[in-house]
């Protein structure tokens, strides 16, 4: 499915915006890397912490941050989520528009199914007037066509802009259908925007998004299920992941490092984003373990805005199909490292397609090089 129609913009200032999407915690080095036009912020909360939420985003207006600034009440996620039939917090409303914010409802959870808590979402917005709708959604809204052709109907008929978060354990974009669900969405005339996601956020910002949200950390990178508190353990302190951007997707450092070894001639390494400045990637492995989280933190959010930047432009039919061709592309690199396959760019590939005549398969993969695949190596488009 291609999308030609332009985008369509709700907010000045935001038009196909990739927004770092955080905790407070991380605002301050944030800031540094969304400084520039095409980018913007969302603030997270976490545990019920508002206060702390409103004054951040005080002290970065008060202090000169222009770009845009969206506030995420998170009232959908974590074990004691609320459901999506709960009245919207006047008071969160109204804190949002006394600082001149874009103003995100502070919505609970939709199960699959739950038609009447869409509904309450969606009709409560229609009735403000000045919002955009936070649906929080289980996976069956996209991928169960019954669903899918439900919540379209519904996000039709009330025709208020919506910010979507997408319940998965791991990659909702690549489970078969989410990316088809998710560009009727787009193309249903109602602006469309994601929160909580990962790479895929230049997918959807490529395919008419007016803004896409990618998670600073891994549990911002999708909205997580559920857990069972007596089963839950307390590891040890992963390795920061990194982007690796001709791979599309997130790798943990020491896999990086190990790769490389392996394979010092593959031209996926080098890095051009204002960070690493032309460096190989695992430059990043070689620092304190301190100094590492801070610069793979700082690597990643670089690359993906200097890919936003090469990726959109005026024709949107144009960027969908760079970015299947950049997925394809990726896929071949994947393998080429002996990483495995990551079905979230088989589905975007899938979902834009190509002309009959123009749709050229990837370049092959060459049997000869016996390279072996690294299994359970934390891979994965949020890297955890």
Not at 192 to 203: I, K, N, P, Y
Not at 345 to 351: K, M, N
Request: aromatic share 6%; glycine share 10%; charged share 25%.
């Amino acid at each position: 499915m291609r999308l030609s129609r332009p985008p369509p913009r709700i907010v000045e200032g935001i038009d196909r915006t990739l927004l770092a999407q955080c905790g407070i915690g991380d605002v301050g080095a944030v800031r540094e890397v969304v400084s520039q036009p095409g980018t913007g912020l969302v603030i997270t909360a976490r545990l019920g912490n508002l206060r702390s939420v409103y004054q951040s985003a005080r002290n970065l207006i008060e202090t000169g941050f222009s770009q845009p600034l969206l506030l995420d009440a998170n009232r959908y996620g974590g074990n004691r989520r609320m459901p999506a039939t709960i009245p919207f917090s006047r008071d969160w409303l109204s804190r949002q528009r006394d600082m001149g914010l874009p103003v995100l409802t502070d919505s609970g959870y939709a199960e699959g199914g739950d038609v009447a808590g869409v509904t309450r979402i969606l009709s409560q917005a229609a009735e403000i007037g000045d919002v955009v709708a936070v649906l929080p959604l289980h996976l069956s809204w996209f991928t169960v066509p019954e669903a899918r052709r439900t919540l379209l109907r519904l996000v039709r008929g009330f025709g208020v802009p919506v910010a979507i978060a997408i319940e998965h354990p791991r990659d909702p974009i690549g489970v078969r259908g989410t990316v088809d669900g998710l560009l009727e969405l787009i193309g249903c005339a109602v602006p469309v925007m994601l929160l909580r996601c990962d790479v895929s956020a230049l997918g959807a910002l490529c395919c008419g998004a007016f803004a896409a949200a990618v998670g600073t950390r891994a549990a911002l990178r999708h909205l997580y299920p559920r857990y069972r508190p007596s089963i839950r353990r307390r590891p040890s302190p992963p390795m920061p992941s990194v982007v690796v951007p001709r791979c599309l997707s997130y790798k943990r450092l020491s896999v990086v490092a190990r790769t490389k070894r392996r394979h010092p001639d593959t031209d996926i390494w080098r890095c051009l984003c204002p960070t690493c400045g032309g460096r190989d990637l695992d430059w990043i492995f070689s620092r304190s373990e301190q100094a590492r989280e801070w610069l793979a933190f700082q690597h990643s959010l670089g690359a993906l805005v200097r890919l936003r930047n090469e990726l959109t432009g005026p024709d949107l039919l144009e960027d969908q199909l760079s970015w299947r061709s950049r997925c394809a592309n990726a896929a071949y690199w994947r393998r080429e490292v002996g990483w495995d396959s990551l079905p979230a760019l088989d589905r975007w590939q899938e979902a834009i397609g190509l002309p009959p005549s123009d749709d050229l398969p990837p370049p092959p993969y060459r049997p000869g090089r016996n390279i072996t695949p690294q299994r359970g190596s934390g891979d994965g488009p949020s890297g955890e």
